[in-house]
């Protein structure tokens, strides 16, 4: 009996030991902490700049068909004068010397002409008027701009085939401009001068006329006359401004109203005006074309046939290619004395108007 109460004993004693053992150990898991992803900045929206509402204003200009106004054509004709608040008013001239006197008056706010001794004259006593910018330049080898042409029957005959032919006869050339200054050169070739022809006006309205008929022996003119007296058949052209070095044909003055009274206005028109120089750069396109024909209405081909005078997309003048000019005017006692680059001209606008450019 007591055996087996021991023995009853040793089991229930085993027992609670075993209930009463520690229990394992297990270590808590780690909770890591993951940090939400950091968003990249987004600049936020902001408000379109707002154009400048220009005032209105009218400018005055003297114009003409000649392609060396390609730039006033495309400013105006894909409206970037409207873009700066400006309607040109285009006013049409017989004389350019006309239209300077109008620009000393303050009648007309913007020259646009030919570098003639008129022109040199005017500005070394006219403080108020001012060359700002290019508006063509004959560039040596380009494209015949200004032209000498010759009756094609005369040419073909042999009768005028160079300079020495020309001695005696009739030539429509002004020797007081920039044609004046080619036809000398050209004369120089074999030891002549202007002064060894007969010089002669040829109204414009009658130049295919007047070859037609066989009543003009030589013209030397611009474009675009140069092209359609070409097409016309009846003239051979004998030689052009590009064989000699390059001259300042054509500019911009502004005289009064926008050198003094407001050159705010001044800078407004450059600016355009700048923007249609950089139009022209891109050559014969369909755009620029297109325009050009609008604003002179000539045919498409006698737009895309005809030289397109140089001029610089910046605007800005060469002046050595003016002193050319000058010098020869002077020598030809149609001007006192040389005048300065101060006096003919100031970059001032171009530099306004590409500012508003670049704002």
């Known amino acids: 009996m007591k055996k087996k109460f021991l023995y009853l ?35 936020k929206p902001t408000a379109a700049p707002t154009e400048v509402v220009f005032d209105p204003v009218t400018i005055k200009i003297n114009m003409s068909k000649l392609t060396s106004y390609a730039p006033i054509f495309l400013a105006d004709q894909l409206g970037y004068f409207k873009k700066f608040g400006i309607t040109l008013e285009p006013i049409q001239l017989n004389k350019n010397s006309d239209a300077l006197t109008l620009a000393i008056s ?18 070394s006593i006219e403080p108020a008027l001012k060359v700002v910018g290019d508006r063509g330049y004959s560039e040596y080898g380009g494209c015949a701009y200004t032209a000498l042409l010759v009756r094609k029957d005369l040419f073909e005959s042999g009768e005028i085939t160079k300079p020495e032919d020309l001695k005696g006869r009739d030539v429509a050339v002004n020797s007081t401009s920039v ?29 295919l006329d007047a070859f037609a008929n066989k009543e003009a022996t030589a013209l030397v003119s611009p474009e ?13 052209l004998l030689s052009s401004s590009t064989d000699f070095p390059s001259q300042q044909q054509g500019v911009l003055v502004f005289g009064k109203t926008m050198m003094q009274d407001h050159p705010e206005l001044g800078a407004r028109f450059m600016a355009a005006y700048l923007m249609g120089a950089q139009k022209l750069a891109e050559g014969k396109t369909d755009e620029n074309v297109n325009a050009i024909v609008a604003a002179t209405s000539e045919d498409v081909e006698l737009i895309k046939e005809a030289c397109w005078i140089s001029v610089s997309s910046d605007a800005m003048i060469n002046f050595a290619a003016t002193d050319i000019l000058q010098q020869w005017y002077v020598e030809r006692g149609l001007l006192d004395a040389p005048i300065t680059e101060e006096q003919f001209w100031t970059p001032k606008f171009i530099e306004e108007g590409a500012k508003l450019l670049n704002n």
């Open 9 to 43: 004993y040793m089991m229930l004693m085993l027992v609670v030991s075993a209930c009463s053992a520690p229990a394992v150990q297990t270590e808590a898991p780690t909770v890591v902490s993951v940090a939400e992803p950091t968003a990249l900045p987004v600049d």
């Open 224 to 236: 675009l006359h140069v092209t359609r007296l070409l097409k016309a058949g009846n003239v051979v």
């Open 106 to 123: 303050g009648d007309l706010d913007v020259y646009s002409g030919p570098v003639n001794a008129a022109l040199l004259n005017t500005l």
């Open 179 to 207: 044609t004046g200054w080619f036809f000398d050169n050209y004369m120089k070739t074999a030891g002549l001068s202007i002064d060894d022809v007969n010089p002669m006006d040829l109204p414009t309205n009658a130049y």
